[in-house]
């Protein structure tokens, strides 16, 4: 029997025998489940006849005085820093999946207070829901060219009206103390005006990706961040999501040997020709900045290295009314120095798949579905003699979008350079680029050598 255990027994069956005073009783518990148990202890204590014990008259009573209990010091199982989480007691055997440890909120007034712009799909669906389960991130104002959605959003979320804009009065957002960032979730063809003129104003910037619709466009969003002494990181939240950090840990400690290959598709069926994903200025391309750029980053990040050759082919089907502008689908292939060769695949034109499968020379690694925002699985294989062995691996779904608002928040808060900065999306663009450039050549292109592993990232973000 652990000592909470028999003490609450002891107590119960003899409420005479304890002397222990209520602060013992945390000293010799060291867990938060002193607080419950204690009470109910206690509770019980009191209904008995025989008041006079040192228990009872630690439960507050009319006849006798509550004894002096420092108010200002907790339990020794609540942390007065809030960073840490508080411990639970454990429900569940120990050979089942357990819960992560409870969540460590900062409160309001703590956290960094961003400004959304653009409320479509990505920022009513997923975006703000995932302020609920931040711990470092408030939504503070909103900008919007529909003023009644607006208004509609405001209410929902919070948001006072005098902090509602409208695109014209963007750079106003310079005035709101409140803003610490901005998250421009706009279409790809506007990303590079909000971010400069965001900095411009003074906030720190966190831009949806693609970063940009060029390379050029991508320099100077770097440019304008650093001139105005801003932070400024692209929104890749696959690079803070569990699943494929588990992967990329796996592939860099050599835990199936040395990768070979990784084959990866992100594909989609999309339609109305009339959004802006199907307009060549908004969108930059078609499904290789929106989600073939998936394939690229999430391979880029696991291994670390950046690719040196990209052969590309890109095809639409003629006459599609989506296809007047941007492409339908892409293949590409890519060589990395350290001899790994790649194949990806995207599409605006086949049935929903999004997965990559690593490689390597004692095993494989699969992630099916690999990008969606919920529901990822990831599947090992490794050789053992004559059989293989198949781990389904059970990690829980995190919300993506509050992972990397935390980190970019974090990263405000103690002035560090995201995990993901500008860098990287520039990085990212300057392959497709090549990639495009292969397939109108019909050759494949070269790239310059970059040495670095993790060439393009800041420090490696805290969470597990
Ligand atoms: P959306 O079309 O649903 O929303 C875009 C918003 O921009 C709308 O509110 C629209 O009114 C506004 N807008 C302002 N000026 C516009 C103009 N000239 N033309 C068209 N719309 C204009 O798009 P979305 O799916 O929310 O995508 C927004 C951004 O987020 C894109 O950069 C996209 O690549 C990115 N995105 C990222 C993820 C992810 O998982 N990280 C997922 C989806 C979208």
Not at 113 to 136: C, D, E, M, R, W
Not at 143 to 168: L, R
Not at 265 to 291: C, E, I, M, Y
Request: glycine residues 8%; charged residues 25%; neutral net charge.
């Amino acid at each position: 029997m652990k000592p909470i255990d028999r003490f609450v027994t002891s107590l119960l069956e003899n409420p005479g025998m304890s002397s222990l005073s209520r602060q013992d009783f945390f000293q010799l518990t060291g867990r938060s489940l002193a607080v419950g148990a204690l009470g109910s202890a206690f509770a019980s204590c009191e209904k008995k006849p025989e008041a006079n014990n040192a228990a009872s008259s630690i439960a507050s009573t009319p006849s006798g005085p509550a004894p002096k209990l420092p108010a200002t010091s907790p339990p020794a199982d609540v942390p007065t820093d809030v960073s840490k989480p508080i411990e639970l007691e454990q429900i569940k055997a120990k050979t089942e999946q357990q819960e992560g440890p409870t969540p460590t909120p900062l409160s309001e007034d703590q956290r960094v207070g961003y400004a959304l712009v653009g409320l479509g799909h990505l920022t009513l669906n997923q975006i703000l829901p995932a302020f609920g389960a931040s711990k470092k991130s408030k939504v503070v104002a909103l900008v919007s060219g529909s003023p009644e959605k607006m208004q509609k959003v405001a209410a929902q979320y919070g948001v006072k009206k005098e902090s509602c804009y409208s695109y014209t009065d963007y750079d106003k957002l310079r005035d709101n103390k409140e803003v610490q960032a901005i998250y421009i979730v706009l279409p790809n063809g506007m990303h590079a005006e909000y971010t400069v003129r965001g900095a411009q104003a003074g906030k720190h910037i966190l831009c949806e990706k693609p970063m940009a619709n060029s390379a050029e466009e991508c320099q100077a969003m770097i440019d304008a961040c650093k001139k105005a002494d801003r932070k400024l990181m692209i929104a890749y939240r696959i690079q803070y999501e569990p699943h494929n950090r588990m992967v990329r840990e796996m592939v860099q400690k050599g835990q199936f040997g040395k990768v070979k290959s990784i084959v990866a598709t992100n594909g989609q069926n999309s339609d109305n020709p009339d959004h802006w994903r199907f307009k060549k200025a908004l969108a930059g391309g078609g499904s290789l900045p929106d989600v073939g750029l998936y394939c690229l980053n999430t391979i880029r990040y696991v291994l670390g290295e950046e690719p040196t050759e990209v052969m590309g082919y890109v095809h639409s089907t003629p006459n599609d009314p989506r296809f007047k502008e941007v492409e339908e689908q892409v293949n590409w292939l890519m060589k990395f120095p350290s001899g790994v060769q790649t194949s990806c695949s995207t599409s605006y034109g086949h049935h929903d798949d999004k997965n990559y499968k690593v490689l390597a020379d004692t095993g494989w690694i699969k992630m099916d579905p690999a990008f969606p925002y919920t529901g990822l699985q990831l599947e090992t294989s490794q050789a053992q003699g004559t059989e293989n062995q198949i781990i389904q691996h059970k990690i829980s779904d995190k919300d993506q979008f509050a992972a990397e608002l935390d980190h970019f928040s974090e990263c405000v808060m103690e002035n560090k350079t995201p995990f993901t900065p500008g860098e990287e999306g520039l990085q990212d663009q300057k392959i497709m680029e090549a990639i495009y450039q292969s397939a109108r050549e019909g050759k494949p292109v070269k790239l310059a050598l970059v040495d670095k592993k993790d060439a393009f990232r800041g420090p490696q973000p805290k969470q597990a």
